[in-house]
C-alpha cells in the first residue's frame, strides 16, 4: 500500500475471499459514485451489467482489464483480499489496488512489480474513444453526459497499440476521472494525484473515527465484532450527498433515494449510530418534496422516490414512517427545535390523509400496489394484493397519528391532539376487533372490499403487535410466524403453506416479480422478527438468526454487507439458500444494526422524557462486550462481562444527564436520575439485582439490592414454556408448491 501503515482497527478486518467464493466487492465515494466489480470474476446474472463505475443513475464505463509486459492479467487465478476501502488483487509477483476517492469521481488502479510495460483497456460496449492528447485518454460514458479521462500515475507518458493503453512499469498503475469536460476530468486526475496520500489518509482516517466514535464496539467473540464493523461501515457507504444527504435504498440499481426504505433505514442506519445531523438532513430534505396541493389526492405525502431525475408519490407508508422516524430522530437528538420547523409537514401529512384516505372506521385505505409489496405484472395488476386495508398500514397510521399527537401536544395545538389521539383510539380499537378470529393463530393481512379479513399468513403482520395489548395471542402470532415464516437464512414473503408460495425467487418458471414478495426472502424483516422473538423474552432464538446474518456478511455476497433478498429454498444439493436481489441492501443492513442496540443490547433512548431504557437481552455466547451509544449532545459508555455466577454490566453517562430504566428480566422496572458523569454498575448475582450509581468523583451515592418480581417470573415460565421447540421453518418437497409443477417458460428478466 502506497499511503503508509493501516491503521490497526482497518488492518484487521481485511478479509481474503477465495476463487470459489467470486464475492462482490463494493465501495461508494460517499457523493453520488460508486465502483462494483466481483473479486475474480464479474459474471453475476444481476449485478454484471452493473460492473464498473457508476455515477448517480448512469454507468460510464464497465470495468476494466489489466496487462503487464503485454500479459493480460487473468483475475480468476488472483489472491484476493478486500478492506473497508480497497482490494487488492495479488497476481504472482504483481500486486494491483483500487482506490476509490471520498467526495470526488476518481478511482486510482495501481500494479505494482511489473517489468518495463503496463496497460490498460475500459470495458464497455457504448463506451466511445475519444481521443489520447498527451498522457491523457477520453473516452464519452457510456450513459449521461459525461466524460471519462485515462491517465498513468506518475505523470509518465501513454500510448494506444492493439486497442489497449500502455505506459512504463514504473508509473505504477493509472487514475480514471469522471466530469462533464474534458478539460474539468483532467483537473480532477491533475488534483488528486497531487494530494492522493493525503486524500486516502482521509478516507482511511474518515472510516476509522466512524468505527471508534459512532459504532465502537469490541467483544472477545471476534466474529461479532468483525461482523458489525463491517456491516456499520457498508451501512456508511449508502450514506450519501447524491441530492442532498439521503441513504442509498441499494446496489447497484436502487443508488437513489426511496421514502419508503429511506425512513425504514433511518434508526439503523444513522440513529443507532449517532450521526443526528445527517438524519435530520435527510429529514428536512424530504419534507421540502412534500406534496403540498391540497387539491391532489396525493396532499401530505412525502415522496417516495427521490432520484436526480424522478420525484413519485405513489407509497402510503413513506409519508408514516417519514413522521414515526421525525420523533425517533427527536428521541435519540433531544432536538425539539426541528419540531417547530416540520410540524406544518406533520399536519399535513395526517390532513392529506384524513381528506383522502380514511374511510369511516378510521383505517388508513391505499391503492393495491402502494405498500411495500409493491409488485405487478404487466397490466398492472398486483402479485401480491393487499387491497385497501392492509394490517402493517393500519399500525404505520395508529404510529404516525400517536407522534402527531406528541408533536401538537408540544406545539401547543390542542384540538389536533386531541382529534388525532380520537382517531388512534378508534383505529386501535377497531382493528383489534377486525383482523382477529379465534380460528387463526396470528393477524388477518388485510381486510377485502366487504370488510372481511384476509388470513394469508406474511410477516407484515409482526409489525401491528402493538395494536393489541393480548400477550397470549403475541405469543402464539410470534411462534406461528417464526415456524412458518423465518428460515435460517431470513424471513419469507409467504408461507409456504400458500397455493401461490414461490420457493425461488429467480427461476425458468416465472417472473421474478412474480415470486418477489410470495415467498422471496427479505433480510430486512429479520429486525422486526427478531425484535419481536426478544420481547417475548427469548433472545437465544433471535439470536440464532442474528448470527447467521452477520455470518452471511462476512462469507457471502458482497464483502461485509447483506444482500436484499434470498430464495426461499436452497437449490438441490445446497444448504444455504442463494442471495438475490440488489448485493448491498440499505434496510438490510439497518435493521441488523437496530435490533443489535435497541434490542440485543437492549440501549433505548427517549430524550423526549429525558430517560433511557436499558433493557439488555446479551445472549449466552457473548461473555463480554464494550460499545457506546451516542445519545442527545453526550454519550454512554457501557461494558458487560458474564461468567457462571455472574453477570457485570456498567453504564457510564458521558456529558449527558438521563433518568435510566433499568429492565433486566425477570426484576422489576426501576429508575434512577444518572448525572453527568455518573456511572451505573448492575450485577447479577444468581437471584439478586445489586445496584451502585456513582458521581463524577468515585463516590457511591445510591446503592440497593433488588429481588425477581413474581409477575416477571411467571411471565417468562409461561413464555419458555410456550416457546419450548421453536424452530426454524423448513422447506417442503417442491412437489407440495402448484408454481414448480408448471412447465419450463421463457421468463425474460429485466435490469431494474
Not at 476463487?19 to 453475476?44: G, L, M, P
Not at 464505463?61 to 488483487?89: C, E, W
Not at 442496540?597 to 436499558?614: A, E, K, S
Amino acid at each position: 500500500m502506497t499511503s503508509g501503515a493501516k491503521p490497526s482497527i482497518l488492518d484487521k478486518m481485511t478479509m481474503t475471499v477465495e476463487r470459489k467464493d467470486n464475492r462482490a466487492v463494493s465501495f461508494t465515494n460517499k457523493e453520488a459514485v460508486y465502483y462494483f466489480t466481483q473479486s475474480h470474476v464479474t459474471d453475476h446474472p444481476e449485478h454484471a451489467y452493473f460492473e464498473g463505475l457508476n455515477v448517480a443513475k448512469n454507468r460510464l464505463f464497465g470495468g476494466y482489464t489489466l496487462y503487464a509486459d503485454h500479459q493480460k492479467l487473468d483475475n480468476q487465478q488472483a489472491a484476493v483480499k478486500v478492506s473497508p476501502y480497497s482490494m487488492i488483487r495479488t497476481h504472482g509477483s504483481l500486486t494491483e489496488e483500487l482506490w476509490l476517492f471520498d467526495y470526488r469521481n476518481v478511482l486510482e488502479v495501481s500494479l505494482n512489480g511489473a517489468g518495463k510495460d503496463i496497460g490498460i483497456t475500459l470495458k464497455g460496449k457504448e463506451l466511445e474513444y475519444l481521443k489520447l492528447s498527451g498522457n491523457t485518454a477520453y473516452f464519452k460514458a457510456m450513459e449521461g453526459e459525461w466524460i471519462i479521462a485515462l491517465r498513468p500515475r506518475n505523470d509518465h507518458p501513454l500510448s494506444l497499440r492493439s486497442k489497449v493503453f500502455h505506459t512504463v512499469g514504473e508509473a505504477g498503475g493509472f487514475y480514471i476521472s469522471a466530469a462533464r469536460t474534458l478539460a474539468e476530468a483532467a483537473a480532477l486526475i491533475q488534483d488528486t494525484e497531487k494530494h492522493a496520500n493525503r486524500l486516502k489518509a482521509e478516507r482511511i482516517k474518515r472510516m476509522e473515527d466512524f468505527l471508534q466514535q459512532n459504532a465502537y464496539v469490541t467483544s472477545s467473540n471476534e466474529p461479532l465484532t468483525l461482523a458489525l464493523r463491517w456491516l456499520s461501515l457498508t451501512m456508511d457507504q449508502l450514506v450519501t450527498r447524491q441530492q442532498g444527504e439521503g441513504i442509498y435504498a441499494g446496489l447497484p440499481w436502487f443508488n437513489e433515494y426511496w421514502g419508503r426504505d429511506q425512513f425504514i433505514a433511518l434508526p439503523g442506519a444513522v440513529l443507532v449510530s449517532g450521526q443526528f445531523e445527517t438524519a435530520k438532513h435527510i429529514l428536512m430534505s424530504f419534507a421540502e418534496y412534500q406534496n403540498t396541493d391540497e387539491t391532489s389526492k396525493y396532499y401530505g405525502r412525502v415522496p417516495n422516490i427521490l432520484a436526480p431525475e424522478n420525484i413519485d408519490y405513489h407509497t402510503t407508508d413513506g409519508t408514516p414512517r417519514f413522521i414515526i422516524q421525525l420523533q425517533d430522530y427527536v428521541k435519540y437528538s433531544g432536538d425539539t427545535e426541528v419540531i417547530k420547523k416540520l410540524y406544518p409537514a406533520v399536519r399535513s401529512s395526517i390532513e392529506g390523509s384524513l381528506k383522502y384516505w380514511v374511510d369511516a372506521k378510521g383505517y388508513l385505505t391505499h391503492d393495491d400496489n402502494e405498500t411495500w409489496m409493491d409488485a405487478r405484472d404487466a397490466n398492472l395488476n398486483s402479485y401480491s394484493p393487499r387491497e385497501t386495508r392492509a394490517n402493517d398500514i393500519q399500525a404505520l397510521w395508529y404510529h404516525q397519528l400517536r407522534a402527531g399527537v406528541y408533536f401538537a401536544e408540544y406545539m401547543g395545538d390542542q384540538k389536533n391532539a386531541e382529534q388525532w389521539g380520537s382517531l388512534a383510539d378508534r383505529l386501535k380499537s377497531n382493528f383489534e376487533r377486525d383482523f382477529r378470529d379465534p380460528s387463526h393463530p396470528y393477524l388477518a393481512d388485510r381486510l377485502d372490499a366487504a370488510d372481511e379479513p384476509e388470513f394469508s399468513l406474511r410477516p407484515n403482520q409482526l409489525f401491528a403487535f402493538d395494536m393489541f395489548e393480548d400477550r397470549d395471542f403475541k405469543d402464539a402470532a410470534v411462534r406461528t410466524a417464526w415456524e412458518e415464516l423465518v428460515y435460517p437464512w431470513g424471513v419469507a414473503s409467504l408461507d409456504r403453506q400458500h397455493p401461490f408460495f414461490h420457493p425461488f425467487h429467480l427461476t425458468e418458471k416465472y417472473h421474478k416479480d412474480e415470486a418477489y414478495h410470495n415467498g422471496t426472502v427479505w433480510t430486512w424483516l429479520n429486525g422486526i422478527a427478531m425484535q419481536r422473538m426478544i420481547e417475548a423474552g427469548q433472545e437465544e432464538t433471535a439470536y440464532k438468526l442474528f448470527h447467521n446474518m452477520n455470518w452471511q456478511a462476512l462469507h457471502l455476497g458482497v464483502v461485509g454487507g447483506l444482500s436484499e433478498n434470498l430464495d426461499a429454498y436452497p437449490h438441490e444439493g445446497e444448504s444455504w439458500a442463494k442471495l438475490t436481489g440488489a448485493y448491498l441492501q440499505a434496510w438490510s443492513n439497518a435493521e441488523q444494526l437496530r435490533v443489535w442496540y435497541q434490542y440485543f443490547l437492549g440501549v433505548r433512548p427517549d430524550m423526549i422524557h429525558h430517560t433511557v431504557r436499558l433493557a439488555p437481552r446479551i445472549p449466552q455466547e457473548l461473555r463480554d462486550l464494550h460499545y457506546h451509544v451516542k445519545v442527545g449532545e453526550g454519550m454512554i459508555e457501557a461494558e458487560y462481562s458474564a461468567n457462571n455466577a455472574e453477570q457485570l454490566y456498567t453504564y457510564r453517562f458521558k456529558g449527558i444527564k438521563l433518568q435510566a430504566v433499568i429492565d433486566i428480566a425477570p426484576f422489576a422496572e426501576l429508575e434512577l436520575e444518572a448525572e453527568a458523569g455518573a456511572e451505573l454498575r448492575i450485577s447479577r448475582t444468581g437471584q439478586e439485582l445489586e445496584i451502585e450509581l456513582v458521581n463524577g468523583s468515585g463516590e457511591i451515592f445510591r446503592q440497593l439490592t433488588v429481588q425477581p418480581s413474581k409477575d416477571r417470573i411467571e411471565q417468562q415460565l409461561h413464555s419458555d414454556q410456550f416457546f419450548a421447540g421453536v424452530h426454524f421453518a423448513e422447506p417442503l418437497v417442491l412437489q407440495k408448491h402448484p408454481v414448480m409443477q408448471r412447465e419450463n417458460t421463457t421468463v425474460v428478466v429485466t435490469e431494474e
